[in-house]
């Protein structure tokens, strides 16, 4: 991280609200048109927006990354296109976004805080404006997770679990379940909000489903033979997405680890100490959003620190760290998986 970065990113942070404003006050003076075609619920709209545009983008800057920014611009501009919200409007907003950080941010900072802005919108136009299916047809049990998926997004809980203990009473192993079944359903249903097919309420009742019975295969998970090593996975503090990385344990507690599971939004402090109650041999650990992955290099910073944690190997993980394949040298992580079964593979790996 450049000295230049820091100050761009703690520039942005120390002066969000500021910023935020001027810049929609600046956009709708410009464009008046927009307080005709939104409305005072649609500029309030747009300033939460802007303040999660400079939030994500003083994250990219914190790790000098241009690429951490782009990627949250391609999600937005898929996510607001399906709200009807054209993409234009997006690339007019991020061009007021660049003014306004030149004019109020000093010097140099400013100067790369836009450069960071105007890269994103160059490329919005190759960006996608329609997400494929994580539905694929072709694999053993591609039937199976579009009937559980159908099941979950009709509400019917009880037929989704049925279908998968089903399965798994015919012989088809947890682990299966796991990567076809769980996995690719949940990559679904984000896909379904962010393209406005279903709502919160119902991308939410889905992941709870999906916990729900994952808890049911639990007995499954504590079986098999041990190999005497331990994880500990976790959530960084703020995310309180917990189901990604809920399943990379189970899938240590498959392969022979004792794991210990702290749910999300997990203070360092707690991390340390499970650290260290459990004589642990990896620390797993799960960002959902990029705006959590500062988050992550500080937890990363103070397990390091932690003279009783000097044995511990530590894995990242998570959409930024799928979407971004060297963040996890950034926060100073000795590897990554994109799934859980990398995640296994590369601990072994690191652990020799």
Known sequence: MSTVSAAASDAILGRCAQLAEALVASQFASHPELARRYGPAGREKCLQDALFHLAYLAEALAFDNRALFADYVAWVKVMLGKR???????????????????????????????????????????????????????????????????????????????????????????????????????????????????????????????????????????????????????CVSGDLHELGARMVADFFEMAGWDTFYTGANTPHAAVIEALVERNADVLAVSATIAYHV????????????????????????????????????????????????????????LLK
């Open 84 to 234: 009807r919200v054209p993409a234009s409007d997006l690339a007019s907003h991020l061009e007021r976004t660049a003014q306004v950080l030149r004019e109020q941010l000093a010097g140099e900072a400013g100067a790369l805080a836009a450069d960071f802005v105007d890269a994103a919108v160059r490329a919005m136009p190759a960006m996608p404006e329609d997400l494929p299916t994580h539905m694929h047809e072709g694999k053993p049990l591609s039937l199976l997770a579009h009937q559980y998926e159908q099941a979950l997004l009709r509400g019917e809980r009880q037929a989704a679990s049925r279908l998968v203990i089903d399965a798994v009473g015919r012989g088809v192993p947890v682990r299966d379940i796991y990567l076809q079944i769980f996995q690719p359903t949940q990559y679904e249903i984000g896909r379904l909000w962010q393209v406005n097919d279903i709502g919160v309420a119902k991308e939410h009742f889905c992941t709870a489903a999906t916990q729900l019975v994952m808890s049911q295969l639990y007995e499954k998970l504590f079986s098999g033979d041990k190999i005497g090593r331990t994880l500990v996975a976790t």
């Open 294 to 349: 500062r988050q992550v290099q500080a937890l990363i910073a103070e397990v390091r620190k932690d003279p009783r944690c000097a044995r511990v190997t530590i894995l990242a993980g998570g959409y930024p760290f799928n979407s971004n394949p060297e963040l996890w040298r950034q926060v100073g992580a000795d590897g990554t998986g994109r799934d859980a079964q990398e995640a296994i593979a590369a601990a072994g790996r």
